[in-house]
């Protein structure tokens, strides 16, 4: 029954949504009305409300809706879809103020002399307004007034102009900052944390073993990714239309024929364009760059966009007229002010601890207040002319909401969805494909493209991602990211913008454009670069990197970067240090040989004993390596053969855990049937044979499994401990060696700082003599806490520890107490002797050795990756490894 009523929610969604009911009532108005009509069913015929669901019943559902509520506006941690209102805001904010329409004017005349020139200015100048607005209906609006009557007197033919016009508008969905980007980021957290326990339950039930390895589990995307992974294939489109507009104009002519410019080329004209094109890119590196840069975050950084397009805005308000340029230039001074302070002040009112710090303060107040007075003069402009501000803040309200509100609908359409078992019947069918994972991700890409014809991107991004991202990502085979997967279906989802009949870009235009264009030649033009929409989407499917590499280089070197020890980095990093060893071999063992010469025989003899194990290790990094490259070669060569054993017999458990699982549900079915109070016979007879027919279809299924199964099985697991060890085995190895070095040169580092503990460290046997012990104890405690900063003091601080336990309870023994703190001081002598010496004879043999080795053996106990290992390891990162042998 539950498949009728799944049916049933789905026909009342697509009747809702078709019949023109507005998206933010369809979807949870679809819901609530199958949902109850279920319960009701389920009352009057089982007596249980229960009783037509999968999974839970009504009470559930109604539970997961308010939890998904209070996640969309409670939730801290949950702060992307803040960054909606401001990037809807910026948007409005550049189409209202005529920016767009500047910067449109301004590319026509400066690229249309060459083939194609209008075209490729509309493409240009899409990419610059998707990167700045991302709004597809202003911006196709926008163009189709003022480009399509230029392009149409200059004898573009109808279909290019108009395809050309529809695509560039389409851009917003894909380059950053886009809604869309952070609408899927949002849906993909939720979908990758699904995923990773789906693929942690399957290491469990394939290998037995309850922790899987940290770098087997799903890679997460947040909306910073989600931009850098699309800004790469974004370019790769422009580039593609760019490209198709050239070559159509240098093999038909006529179909995009040049225009010379009719004014002169001098000064002004290169003014205007500067004046047109120089603020959209600032804006656009100010926002891209400052989260490529890791100084803001995605939320920040729309911040710093509706404040910047509310200061450019100010100034095309007030064109022509004095003082236009004042809110901006003002806002600009501010900033660099403010920069150039930080470079030179320590701008912490906590510490605060001189008139110099104080002033430094002083100085950034002053410009924070001239920035927050430029902004308030822009806003006030913005408000007063032509009530821009007004309007662009009623728009923003408006999208927004419209926005939220479908996301609390997709989530009670898709709880509902689950609740009917409809996860679970299209986790069935595309895990039943065959061809594995790309098979289903075609078929997802095909249901999405489909779709794309009559729903927008927004039902597509909440309601069908939720539903199958997580099968996707939780497959080990592909191992793709989120990120990637999240591209992958912004640019599929960018053509349901263009697909006829329902493309809402193609409805724009249409609004827009003279009678003389037909419907079906924009239709036209855009099946063209709907074509180049699926080659740019086979591109980023072919080379993942594309996507991947740089969110991952972003992350590597932003200030919260993850340390080179991070596991999940490790197999890339030693690939990468392997390689330097082949080139830096011989230097290295030459350090190690030479560093084996200084004189230690001062050093005490813990110490001697640890940096002669440290040489010792350090030369057996090498054998360590080819063990690792050994261990690993025989685990692929053996990989090869193994494979197709491990995949097929894979798939033949797969067959039969949905035998027993509908066994299972069966055994559940007559269980329940024999307490009903008439007892059907046939009904449970029925059920008899049917488990014992799925049972002969069991052993059948287990039959076909090869014997050399467990065998081959074991091998592989036993190659993979190998392979694991020997890369553990070098881990350890190297720590050790290179930790010695470490502390040795911190201990030498702070050879003053201990000379100078000593003047505390005496008058203590006089303190425990003429102060009472509570005060004694105290001063001790000081000077514990002073000598526990050090490295390696903890023989001194031991003894002086015991000297104040000596002073506690109620029969203190200060003679005691005395004799520790003599002690102390021996000790204190003993270590200021040998380390004051270790500084002046070993110090540079040991700073030598550690240059030679911090970037290879001691790599991992750097607090830091280099630039070159971050963008090594980010291409590394970048290629989905097969991880399906492991499961």
Not at 371 to 380: D, N, Q, T
Not at 480 to 486: C, H, I, L, P, Q
Request: hydrophobic share 50%; charged share 20%; glycine share 6%.
């Amino acid at each position: 029954m539950e498949l009728y009523f799944l049916v049933l929610l789905i026909l009342i969604m697509v009747f809702a949504l078709t019949s023109g009911f507005p998206v933010a009532f369809s979807l949870p108005g679809a819901a609530i009305f199958t949902v109850g009509i279920a319960a009701l069913c389920g009352y009057l015929f089982e007596g249980n409300t229960d009783a037509y669901f999968v999974l839970g019943g009504p009470n559930q559902w109604l539970s997961a809706g308010v939890t998904n509520f209070r996640s969309l506006y409670w939730v801290v941690e949950r702060d992307t879809l803040i960054a909606i209102p401001l990037f809807i805001f910026m948007g409005i904010m550049l189409q209202r103020s005529k920016i767009a329409e500047d910067l449109l004017v301004a590319m026509a005349q400066l690229f249309g002399p060459i083939p194609g020139g209008l075209g490729i200015s509309v493409v240009f100048v899409g990419a610059l307004l998707a990167a700045t607005t991302g709004i597809v209906g202003a911006t196709v609006i926008a163009m189709g007034l003022i480009s399509l009557p230029a392009m149409l007197r200059n004898n573009y033919s109808k279909s290019l102009a108009c395809g050309t016009i529809c695509a560039s508008g389409t851009l917003g969905q894909i380059i950053p900052p886009s809604i869309v980007l952070i609408i899927l980021a949002d849906q993909l957290s939720s979908a990758a944390d699904q995923a990773a326990t789906m693929r942690k339950a399957e290491y469990k039930e394939a290998t037995g073993q309850f922790s899987m390895p940290g770098d087997f589990d799903v890679v997460t995307a947040s909306a910073g990714d989600m931009f850098m992974g699309a800004f790469i294939p974004g370019l790769i489109l422009v580039g593609l239309y760019m490209g198709y507009i050239l070559i159509s104009a240098l093999i038909n002519p006529r179909k995009a024929p040049p225009v010379p410019f009719e004014g002169e080329y001098d000064g002004k004209f290169v003014t205007r364009i500067l004046l047109a094109l120089i603020p959209p890119l600032a804006l656009i590196f100010i926002v891209l760059g400052s989260i490529i840069l890791g100084v803001a975050t995605v939320n920040q950084a729309g911040a710093i966009g509706a404040i910047g397009a509310m200061l450019m805005g100010s100034y095309r308000l007030m064109e022509g007229k004095p003082k236009a340029y004042y809110p901006a230039a003002i806002a600009i001074t501010s900033v660099i002010t403010i920069i150039i302070l930080l470079s030179l002040f320590d701008l912490n009112i906590k510490n605060i601890t001189n008139a110099y710090d104080a002033f430094g303060i002083a100085l950034a107040c002053i410009a924070a207040a001239a920035l927050i007075f430029s902004v308030g003069w822009a806003a006030i402009r913005a408000y007063r002319i032509d009530d821009t501000l007004n309007g662009v803040m009623m728009e923003t309200a408006k999208t927004t909401s419209m926005v939220f509100i479908i996301l609390l609908g997709a989530a009670m359409l898709t709880s509902a969805f689950r609740g009917f078992g409809g996860e679970e019947l299209v986790k069935e069918h595309l895990t039943s494909l065959p061809g594995g994972f790309w098979t289903q991700f075609i078929v997802v890409m095909a249901v999405i493209f489909f779709l794309g014809f009559f729903l927008d991107f927004l039902e597509i991004a909440v309601v069908v991602v939720p539903i199958v991202a997580p099968i996707l990502l939780a497959d080990p085979g592909a191992n793709v990211t989120a990120v990637w997967f999240g591209v992958m279906v912004g640019l599929n989802i960018q053509t349901s913008f263009l697909t006829p009949p329902f493309g809402f870009s193609l409805f724009y235009l249409r609004g827009v454009a003279p009678p003389s264009v037909r419907t079906l030649q924009i239709y036209k033009g855009a099946s063209a670069f709907i074509g180049l929409q699926l080659l740019g989407l086979v591109i980023a499917g072919a080379f993942p990197s594309l996507v991947n590499y740089l969110p991952n280089k972003t992350h590597l070197t932003s200030d919260t970067a993850p340390p080179p020890s991070n596991p999940k980095l490790q197999e890339c990093l030693e690939n990468y240090i392997f390689a330097d060893y082949d080139l830096q071999w011989n230097s290295i063992e030459a350090s190690i040989e030479r560093v084996k010469t200084a004189n230690i025989a001062y050093l005490p003899d813990e110490y001697q004993g640890r940096l002669n194990d440290s040489y010792t290790k350090a030369g057996k990094t090498f054998a360590l390596v080819e063990k690792i490259r050994s261990s690993a070669s025989k685990l692929e060569e053996y990989s090869i053969e193994y494979r197709p054993l491990h995949l097929e017999v894979r798939r033949l458990q797969k067959s039969m855990h949905q035998i027993d699982k509908r066994i299972k549900e069966l055994k559940q079915d007559k269980q329940r049937l024999s307490f009903e109070e008439t007892v059907s016979k046939t009904a449970i007879d029925g059920i008899d044979r049917e488990i014992d027919n799925l049972d002969i279809s069991r052993n059948a299924i287990a039959a076909k499994i090869p014997e050399n199964w467990q065998p081959s099985r074991e091998k592989f697991e036993s190659l993979a401990k190998v392979a694991k060890r020997a890369r553990q085995a070098y881990r350890q190895n190297v720590d050790e060696s290179y930790e010695t070095i470490v502390i040795l040169q911190r201990m030498l580092s702070e050879h003053e700082q201990l000379d100078g503990l000593m003047v505390k460290v005496e008058p203590l046997i006089d303190t425990i003599r003429n102060q009472n012990t509570d005060e004694a104890m105290e001063t001790i405690k000081a000077v514990e806490s002073e000598i526990d900063l050090l490295t390696e003091t903890h023989r001194i601080k031991s003894r002086l520890s015991k000297a104040r336990r000596a002073l506690r309870g109620n029969s203190p023994k200060p003679d005691k107490a005395i004799e520790m703190v003599m002690q102390a001081v021996d000790q204190l002598k003993l270590e200021i002797t040998w380390r004051n010496r270790a500084a002046a004879e070993l110090s540079t043999d040991l700073e030598v050795f550690d240059q030679t080795i911090a970037s290879t053996i001691g790599m991992r106990m750097q607090e830091r990756l280099s630039t070159d290992q971050a963008e090594s390891i980010a291409s590394c990162l970048a290629v989905h490894k097969d991880l399906s042998l492991h499961f």
